[in-house]
């Protein structure tokens, strides 16, 4: 099943460590967990702080254990297709979970969610009898990129997962809309 998951971070260093995850399944099933830092995490970056809304002592009080939070993302995700707008940064994130809960850096491997919009586009063409229609294909893939990028992001993990799902859902609407234009 496709899920598609986003991290929020304390900040963008190379200290910087993940504080909030979000998932959705294509079903609709979603979570969302605050994550208390590890006791070695410290890097703290206030400008990220002002951008996702989250204080180190709200994840203190409102977080939950950071292994549990891996061990809950490898029960729930495992064997699943993991799309992520932002897999090197949401990857490091995840990889620092995992490696902090004790549990194998590569337990779960996130994907690009262009790829995912690319497999539905794809697959809108064949069912509208175009099959393989290069310039068709590319014409929605960048209306579609062009769309996650003008988009204001929460922020804020499921609302952002839930945003990402929202447009590889699209994609089969926006290549029928194309489909039927003229000419």
Not at 15 to 44: D, M, N, T
Not at 102 to 110: E, K, N, S
Not at 145 to 161: I, N, T
């Amino acid at each position: 099943m496709i899920v598609f998951l986003d991290f929020e971070a304390s900040g963008l260093g190379k200290r910087g460590f993940p504080i909030e995850v979000g998932w959705v399944f294509e079903s609709g099933e979603e979570e969302a967990h605050l994550i208390r830092p590890a006791p070695e995490w410290e890097e703290w970056d206030p400008s990220a702080e002002r951008i996702h809304g989250l204080s180190r002592e709200t994840l203190a009080r409102e977080g939950e254990p950071h292994d549990a939070v891996a061990r809950r993302m490898v029960e729930r995700l495992d064997g699943h297709a993991l799309f992520a707008s932002a897999p090197s940064w949401d990857g490091q994130w995840l990889s620092r979970l995992l490696r902090a809960a004790g549990l194998p850096r590569h337990a779960l491997r996130l994907r690009d969610t262009e790829e995912a919009r690319r497999d539905s586009a794809i697959q809108a063409l064949a069912e509208g009898g175009r099959g393989a229609d290069d310039r068709l294909l590319e014409t929605v893939l960048a209306e579609a990129a062009e769309e996650a990028r003008a988009a204001d992001p929460a922020h804020r993990a499921l609302a952002d997962a839930r945003r990402e799902m929202a447009l590889w859902r699209g994609m089969g609407d926006r290549v029928r809309a194309a489909l039927a234009r003229p000419g």
